[in-house]
């Protein structure tokens, strides 16, 4: 049995979704973070970098383990699915994965920073973090035209790059004339394990039905990055 701490973020789907995909039994412990749960001592003794997500796996002796990259691989590794055990397939699933983690993740991040939860409406910041994760969406989409997959099959590297791109409008990011990408997205909405997965620890109604909804949506977040 694994142990998820997890919240309703992009970070956080990447790990519930990989179980979903595995089928690994697991319980869910939801983080509330604009209350500052994950700062906790408690927390910090299996996260020390007070983020989430993370899990211990109670079936190897209570292991934790935290950054959800690392997460993703341990999960893939316990089970001997979704990353090849070959060094070149290993390798080119570790690449896509890297990329998630070093450019897609911190450009929207910082996009939804700018764009959403910053009072101050800084234009050049906003214009330089969506302008970049609009260049790493033509790098996704230059990738999907020759291949299904981001690597030669489906595997984590897919997992985390979709729990970030899926959300394109929140961070103000057009995929407007990206058809393979706009395809790799719609293949991976319709896997059962996604779709199960993006509702872990409870599923997230869009913020942006309504302007009220999404000011508010807003300032939970913005409490959320100072801390």
Not at 129 to 146: K, P
Request: proline content about 5%; hydrophobic content about 40%.
């Amino acid at each position: 049995m694994i142990d998820l701490y997890t919240a309703p973020t992009p970070n956080g789907w990447k790990v519930s979704v990989a179980l979903e995909e595995l089928d690994l039994p697991y319980t869910v412990h939801a983080i509330d973070l604009a209350e500052g749960e994950q700062k906790t001592e408690d927390y910090l003794r299996v996260n020390p970098n007070g983020r989430i997500p993370t899990i211990v796996d109670r079936d190897n002796g209570d292991f934790a383990v935290f950054e959800s990259g690392a997460i993703l691989v341990y999960l893939a590794e316990k089970t001997g699915r979704l990353l090849p055990a070959d060094i070149k397939g290993r390798s080119l699933v570790m690449q896509w994965l890297m990329f998630q983690m070093g450019g897609i993740g911190p450009m929207m991040g910082q996009a939804n920073v700018f764009h959403r939860y910053f009072p101050e409406k800084i234009q050049p910041a906003i214009d330089r973090y969506q302008n970049e994760s609009r260049r790493l969406f033509e790098v996704l989409d230059r990738r999907l035209s020759e291949s299904e997959w981001l690597a030669a099959d489906y595997s984590i590297a897919d997992i985390a790059n979709w729990c970030w791109v899926r959300t394109y409008k929140w961070s103000g990011v057009s995929v407007e004339g990206l058809p393979h990408l706009r395809r790799w997205l719609n293949t991976m909405k319709e896997r059962p394990a996604c779709r199960r997965g993006v509702e872990v620890p409870f599923k997230v109604e869009s913020a942006l039905k309504d302007e009220q909804a999404t000011a508010a949506f807003s300032e939970r977040a913005r409490q959320t990055v100072q801390r």
